[in-house]
């Protein structure tokens, strides 16, 4: 049974940083893409960042030049370095990642939520 188990959110300041954690666990052969999309009150889920294994990356407009994505593949981890953060990015963040075991699946975290307020 494989598990991805995001970590890292809170409360911040505007202008001020987090970083979200996304740990896969389980009998995993491979991770492939990994990605992180949020999603506010009354808006639909957003891709935020993708990392693939090559790694090539990938950044919604919106976070560019504030959001780093990054995997550790022996930790089978992967991290959202969020700084310079502003009222706009407050949502629930997700875990999305492509995990081979005997076929590859798409997998989702239970979601962390990340709150900017002054």
């Known amino acids: 049974q494989v598990q991805l188990v995001e970590s890292g959110g809170g409360l911040v300041q505007p202008g001020g940083s987090l970083t979200l954690s996304c740990a896969a666990s389980?009998?995993?052969?491979?991770?492939?893409?990994v990605a992180w999309y949020r999603q506010a009150p009354g808006k639909q889920r957003e891709l935020v960042a993708r990392i693939t294994s090559g790694p090539s990356t990938y950044y919604a407009d919106s976070v560019k030049g504030r959001f780093t994505i990054s995997r550790d593949n022996a930790k089978n981890t992967v991290y959202l370095q969020m700084n310079s953060l502003k009222l706009e990015d407050t949502a629930v963040y997700y875990c999305n990642a492509w995990i081979r075991t005997l076929l590859e699946t798409e997998y989702w975290g239970q979601g962390t939520q990340v709150t900017v307020s002054s």
């Open positions: 389980g009998k995993i052969a491979s991770m492939s893409a």
